[in-house]
């Protein structure tokens, strides 16, 4: 995570001098120091962060195309004529473990148009979806199952 918090203060100062890497470098191990004493960051979550590294940049990937697909649906349905609104509230139940996995899943159901998480009850997320087609197949998403992959590699 030091390494991130570095390479990150790297590129927002545009340029690479002596006094930006060392300060750099002092600057990113003191905050690692201060999530680990402070906030209860652990070491091996670094361990967990590079194995799940591909299936985070996956995740990302799937996110984003995700994204555009539901944005060309919802720009489609706006200018569709006659159009019913189908709107339609689900309930479905997913396995996923991990609270942060479930925040995951619930914010990328919500940041994707057309659908919003109302609410997470230990295992059941109810969504809004403004067509009953947004709806298809949500409970078994390629989110669910990079999630699930993803927890099973602790």
Request: charged letters at 20%; proline letters at 2%.
């Given at each position: 995570?030091?390494?991130?918090?570095f390479?990150?203060?790297?590129?927002?100062?545009?340029?690479?001098?002596?006094?930006?890497?060392?300060?750099?470098?002092?600057?990113?191990?003191?905050?690692y120091?201060f999530?680990?004493?402070?906030?209860?960051?652990?070491?091996?979550?670094?361990?967990?962060?590079?194995k799940?590294?591909?299936?985070?940049?996956?995740?990302?990937?799937?996110?984003?195309?995700?994204?555009?697909?539901?944005?060309?649906?919802?720009i489609?349905?706006?200018f569709?004529?006659?159009?019913n609104?189908?709107?339609?509230i689900?309930k479905?139940?997913?396995?996923?473990?991990s609270?942060i996995?479930?925040?995951?899943?619930?914010?990328?159901?919500?940041?994707?148009?057309?659908?919003?998480?109302?609410?997470?009850?230990?295992?059941?997320?109810?969504?809004?979806c403004?067509?009953?087609s947004?709806?298809?197949g949500?409970?078994?998403?390629?989110?669910v199952?990079?999630?699930?992959?993803m927890?099973?590699?602790?």
């Amino acid at each position: 995570m030091a390494l991130v918090f570095f390479v990150v203060w790297v590129i927002l100062n545009g340029k690479i001098t002596t006094e930006i890497i060392l300060f750099g470098l002092a600057i990113s191990a003191l905050i690692y120091l201060f999530i680990w004493k402070v906030l209860g960051y652990k070491p091996q979550n670094d361990i967990l962060l590079f194995k799940n590294s591909i299936n985070i940049i996956l995740y990302i990937f799937i996110l984003e195309y995700e994204i555009i697909k539901a944005n060309i649906a919802v720009i489609c349905l706006m200018f569709k004529p006659n159009c019913n609104n189908n709107a339609k509230i689900i309930k479905f139940d997913v396995d996923l473990q991990s609270e942060i996995a479930k925040a995951i899943l619930a914010n990328s159901i919500t940041i994707t148009p057309g659908t919003i998480t109302i609410s997470v009850d230990e295992n059941t997320f109810t969504v809004h979806c403004l067509h009953s087609s947004f709806a298809d197949g949500i409970d078994e998403s390629s989110f669910v199952k990079l999630l699930k992959k993803m927890e099973n590699k602790k």
